[in-house]
């Protein structure tokens, strides 16, 4: 059995994050952000490709998802494997997903080599983790309802009750409602709110 299959919570961090290592001259300046799409992961790059224009590098790592499956580790120019992999462990090393750290570079005149560069990545996005809160946040499923508004204050309530959170509410004939329903409690809430619907 896979146990990523079976589980209910995973862990991201709360907010931003900024750290900064030195070694010999060179600055590694480390952004950790939680994020959920490669949307935003293309954006946050963005941004900080603009305001470091003259950093020679910004290397980067992300996990995403719940199944482990997607994730991307680049070294931008540095030696294979000395940035984007080290960047990619600390965050598998604390098991967290959602999450994007972009660690950009100034050269400082002296060359690292390959473990100065391994340890200055990894150091930079351990301390970039250190500074920002780790959360344990439910894994969950969005499902849409539609009934009669009559049945608004009832289904309000199990949403309420079971942590559920509401993503989009609409008022019309029918009131349609669709929510992210935390999946360790997916069956119990479906089959509350369906019991007020068919009544």
């Not at 608004?152 to 349609?176: A, Y």
């Not at 479906?190 to 019991?195: A, E």
């Amino acid at each position: 059995m896979n146990k990523q299959k079976e589980q209910e919570y995973f862990f991201t961090i709360s907010q931003n994050s900024i750290a900064e290592f030195k070694d010999r001259g060179s600055r590694f300046i480390a952004y950790a952000f939680p994020i959920e799409t490669i949307e935003e992961f293309k954006q946050h790059i963005s941004t900080l490709k603009n305001e470091h224009p003259k950093a020679v590098h910004h290397c980067f790592a992300y996990r995403l998802g719940f199944d482990g499956n997607l994730f991307r580790a680049n070294d931008d120019g540095e030696p294979s494997g000395t940035a984007g992999k080290p960047i990619l462990g600390q965050i598998d090393s604390k098991q967290l997903t959602n999450i994007l750290i972009v660690i950009v570079r100034y050269f400082g005149g002296t060359l690292l080599g390959v473990p100065g560069l391994i340890n200055a990545y990894k150091t930079a996005a351990s301390l970039a983790l250190q500074t920002t809160p780790i959360i344990k946040k439910p894994i969950v499923i969005i499902k849409e309802f539609e009934f009669d508004y009559t049945k608004m204050n009832d289904i309000m309530l199990i949403v309420k009750q079971n942590e559920c959170s509401i993503i989009r509410q609409e008022h019309r004939l029918f009131c349609s409602l669709t929510i992210a329903i935390p999946k360790a409690k997916y069956d119990f809430v479906l089959s509350k709110i369906s019991n007020v619907i068919e009544r």
